[in-house]
C-alpha cells in the first residue's frame, strides 16, 4: 500500500499530493531551504553539474514544483526548459519567480501528470526531477514516461532523499525526520499531514541499489548512484 499524505481522506496518492502541495505551496521554499539548512540549493547545484558535458537544449523539469532545478538549468544555457507538476498552487508560485528573472522565454512551466507526458517520443536533450519521483503513484510507470519522451543518448538527472545508513548520522537523521521536522512543517504550513508524510515516504522510497533497479526497467542504461551529504541524498544518472 502507498504512502499518502492525508490518511482520513478518500483519493489516489496522486490527488491527495496535489492536494498537499496546493495547501503548502505559499510557504514550500522557505520550508524547503529551512528544513534542509540551505543545502537543498547545493545539491540541486551539484546534480545539474553533472548534464554540463551534454550541453542539452530543451530540457524537461518533472515535479518542477516551484521552479528551482528548472531555474538552476539555466546555467547549462539550454533553448527551452519546460517544467511540469500537477499543483496549480506550486506552478502559480513558480511563474512568478520566472517571470522575475525575465526568463519566461526558455522557461515554461505547466500542469501535467508525470506518469502520462503529452510530449511526442523522443522529443527532449534531457529530463530533470528534483524531490518529486518519490510522490508518484507509480514508480515505474513514471520513470518509464521519462524515458520515452528523452531522445536516445540523452541523460536523466533524478535527485532524492535518501536514507543514511551509517552510525550516528543514521541515528540523528531519524530523530530529526521524525520529530524535528513534522514539527517545524506543522507550525510554518499548518498542515500537519504534509510534513508528517514526508519522512514516512522517505522511508517507503527504494533508494539506492532498489532505485536503479527499477530505473534499468523502465529503459534507463549507464545509471549510477550518487550519494550526497552523508547519504541523506542521492543523485541517480541515467542515460536512454
Known amino acids: 500500500m502507498s504512502v499518502v499524505p492525508y490518511k482520513d481522506k478518500e483519493g489516489s496518492k496522486r490527488e491527495q499530493v496535489a492536494e498537499m502541495f496546493d495547501n503548502i505551496s505559499p510557504k514550500y521554499d522557505l520550508l524547503n531551504h529551512l528544513l534542509s ?17 551534454q550541453k542539452p537544449k530543451v530540457i524537461l523539469d518533472i515535479a518542477t514544483g516551484t521552479g528551482d532545478f528548472a531555474i538552476e538549468a539555466l546555467a547549462l544555457k ?3 526548459i519546460i517544467g511540469v507538476d500537477i499543483s496549480e498552487g506550486m ?4 511563474r512568478e519567480k520566472v517571470a522575475k528573472l525575465g526568463k519566461q522565454d526558455i522557461i515554461t512551466l505547466q500542469s501535467g501528470d508525470s506518469e502520462n507526458l503529452t510530449f511526442a517520443d ?3 536533450d534531457a529530463i530533470i526531477v528534483s524531490f518529486g519521483v518519490r510522490n508518484f503513484q507509480n514508480l515505474l510507470a513514471g520513470l518509464t514516461e521519462m524515458n520515452r519522451v528523452m531522445k536516445p543518448n540523452g541523460t536523466c538527472v533524478v535527485v532524492e532523499f535518501s536514507k543514511p545508513r551509517s552510525f550516528p548520522f543514521k541515528q540523528f537523521y531519524n530523530f530529526y525526520f521524525k520529530y524535528i521536522l513534522p514539527l517545524i512543517g506543522k507550525t510554518v504550513s499548518r498542515d500537519s499531514a504534509a510534513y508528517t508524510y514526508l519522512p514516512e515516504s522517505v522511508q517507503a522510497f527504494p533508494d539506492g541499489e532498489a532505485f536503479l533497479e527499477i530505473y534499468k526497467r523502465a529503459g534507463f542504461v ?3 548512484c550518487i550519494s550526497l551529504t552523508f ?3 542521492s543523485v541517480y544518472i541515467g542515460q536512454k
Open 37 to 53: 539548512a540551505g543545502v537543498d540549493i547545493y545539491w540541486r547545484k551539484k546534480a545539474i553539474g553533472y548534464l554540463k558535458k
Open 78 to 80: 539550454p533553448e527551452k
Open 91 to 94: 506552478l502559480a508560485i513558480g
Open 122 to 124: 523522443n522529443y527532449f
Open 222 to 224: 549507464n545509471t549510477k
Open 231 to 233: 547519504g541523506i541524498c
